[in-house]
């Protein structure tokens, strides 16, 4: 029974976890950096000060959670990007220095991949499946074809969907990170059809062409509001306007998700079990995830989510993205480099940002 230890500093965790190839996950640890509350957001020198400070301990305890040494490993796995440089480098050099001493292979794993792979861990789904990749740094529906194969259908033309969260709790004075944040204000939201009437906001792309998203005139709407009202917003208000800038995510979600859904139909018929998979941090949404339900009812295709913990950033993804690669011979050597950028679809067209 193979056993991979999987390693993720590409942002502000930092997290270690151990796998198996028949998915048991033996350990899983994450430390949520809490350095960053006061600056609204992640600096990245402090990011990766943090992750220097935690590697080697959180290392030392999934070793000794799993009941395992080094030896026992038959891979280490790695992000090597895309991410914040500084960080995705202390994690390289860590699982490249045990790599070189106790001879383990290396597998350099793309974050995104290992957000696209998490649900073959907890569930039995076949490639190809269309994926919904909604983060704090990415939006992008994918074909998934297999590990290191992937077909782009649509992203974002300006912002990520968790960063439109995070920029409205910003707004809202609710603090970081900011989807939890707004989901909550939201559900106090009494009365969502006044919410809407009262603080409408644009569903940006919504019945167009293609698979595309954007999320930058919805927060420039968030704040023409929030500065149309008194300095101290009021609690109500406040749920008002999360409530009404969930429901438009939602809806932008839906629609682009749906005309993906169409394409993978066309693109995938010989699939006899076609599944909607969502993955990273905004997929722990229950707006978001019941929409996409619907979407999956109305196709008859199934539709599926990680468990809440597996869906934004932690190791255990990381580790089952490198035991899909070791169990098709993709190892790499010691000396791969790192990736700041890192497209899970090079031949995807750029897309212009602004
Ligand atoms: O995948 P992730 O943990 O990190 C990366 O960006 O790679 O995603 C973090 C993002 C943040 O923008 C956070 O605000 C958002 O996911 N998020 C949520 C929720 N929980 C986390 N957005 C909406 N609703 C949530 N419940
Ligand atoms: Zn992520």
Redesign the pocket.
């Known amino acids: 029974m193979k056993k991979v230890m999987g390693i993720e500093t590409s942002?502000d965790?930092t997290a270690v976890a151990i796998v198996t190839e028949d998915k048991q996950v033996l350990a899983n640890l994450v430390l949520s950096q809490e350095e960053h509350r006061a600056f609204g957001g992640v600096v990245p020198e402090i990011a990766a000060r943090a992750h220097l400070n935690h590697i080697d301990q959180l290392v030392k305890e999934a070793l000794v959670k799993s009941g395992l040494g080094f030896k026992d490993l038959d891979a280490i796995a790695v992000t090597a990007g895309p991410g914040l440089i500084g960080g995705v480098l202390v994690g390289v050099m860590t699982a490249k220095a045990i790599s070189a001493v106790h001879n383990v292979p290396l597998v350099a794993v793309n974050?995104l991949e290992g957000?696209a792979l998490t649900v073959r861990l907890t569930e039995d789904v076949p490639f190809p499946y269309l994926l919904l990749l909604v983060?704090?740094?990415?939006c992008q529906l994918l074909i998934v074809e297999g590990a290191g194969k992937y077909q782009r259908l649509g992203t974002t033309l300006d912002d990520a969907a968790?960063?439109a969260?995070?920029k409205t709790a910003k707004l809202l004075g609710l603090g970081y990170?900011?989807?939890?944040a707004?989901?909550k204000m939201a559900k106090e939201c009494v009365d969502p059809p006044r919410a809407l009437k009262n603080f409408p906001l644009p569903t940006p792309l919504v019945g167009r062409e293609g698979c595309d998203f954007s999320f930058s005139g919805l927060k420039t709407a968030v704040k023409r509001i929030v500065d149309g009202l008194p300095e101290n917003i009021e609690r109500r208000d406040a749920a008002d306007i999360c409530c009404s800038f969930q429901h438009s995510v939602a809806k932008v979600i839906n629609d682009r998700t749906e005309q993906a859904l169409k394409k993978y139909l066309s693109l995938c018929p010989q699939q006899k079990n076609p599944a909607l998979v969502v993955a990273?941090?905004?997929a722990?949404?229950q707006m978001l995830r019941q929409g996409l339900e619907e979407l999956g009812v109305k196709y008859h295709i199934r539709f599926v989510a990680p468990p809440l913990t597996l869906?934004?950033?932690n190791a255990a993804m990381i580790a089952w993205a490198g035991m899909e690669r070791l169990l098709l011979g993709m190892t790499d050597p010691l000396d791969f480099p790192v990736y700041p950028r890192w497209p899970l679809d090079p031949d995807a067209v750029a897309v212009k940002k602004h």
Do not use: Q
């Open positions: 942002c965790e974050h957000h983060s704090g740094g990415h968790g960063e969260f995070d990170p900011g989807g939890p707004v989901e990273g941090g905004v722990a949404n869906c934004t950033d």
